[in-house]
């Protein structure tokens, strides 16, 4: 016969709260979103080096081929430093987005995101605009 009194054991057992969090997609796990955003950020990291990397490339080039630097900061670096500053300046800045990203990752992934987008874009049309600037004298 069962007993209806409490046992021991489950008189000591607080009560948990019932939480629902947020809805995943089917088949999706939390663990599995977490590596697919990070996925994408490490690669839209990338691409942020890249593209400043290509800016840097076409920058040397257009100052080969004649082009003055454009941008007012850099221009003053070249003149007192040379181009080594440039590079400096431009691996200073990859560091502080990559780090500033990690940051703003821990706090709002999706604003991380589309800041990052940004300043891919950003950089992006820099390295257009020397591509056709360059065409356009030579």
């Given amino acids: 016969m069962l007993s209806t ?5 489950a008189s000591n057992v607080e009560p948990r709260p019932f939480v ?7 088949g999706a796990t939390h663990v599995s979103a977490h590596i697919r ?6 690669t839209l990291l990338a691409l942020f ?11 040397f080039v257009g100052i080969q081929g004649g082009m003055r630097e ?6 003053a670096l070249l003149t007192h430093y040379g181009f080594g500053a440039l590079i400096v300046y431009k691996a200073l800045v990859i560091v502080a987005v ?9 706090l709002h992934a999706l604003a991380a995101l589309i800041t990052l ?13 020397n591509v056709v600037q ?5």
């Fill in 70 to 75: 454009g941008n007012p900061l850099m221009s």
């Fill in 98 to 106: 990559t780090v500033g990203i990690s940051m703003l990752r821990n």
């Fill in 20 to 26: 629902v969090t947020r809805a995943l997609p089917q």
């Fill in 37 to 42: 955003r990070d996925t994408t950020l490490f």
């Fill in 5 to 9: 009194a409490p046992s021991q054991h």
């Fill in 134 to 138: 360059f065409n356009a004298i030579r």
């Fill in 49 to 59: 080096a890249v593209l400043n990397i290509g800016d840097l490339v076409s920058t």
């Fill in 117 to 129: 987008w940004v300043c891919n874009l950003l950089v992006f049309f820099v390295v257009v605009m």
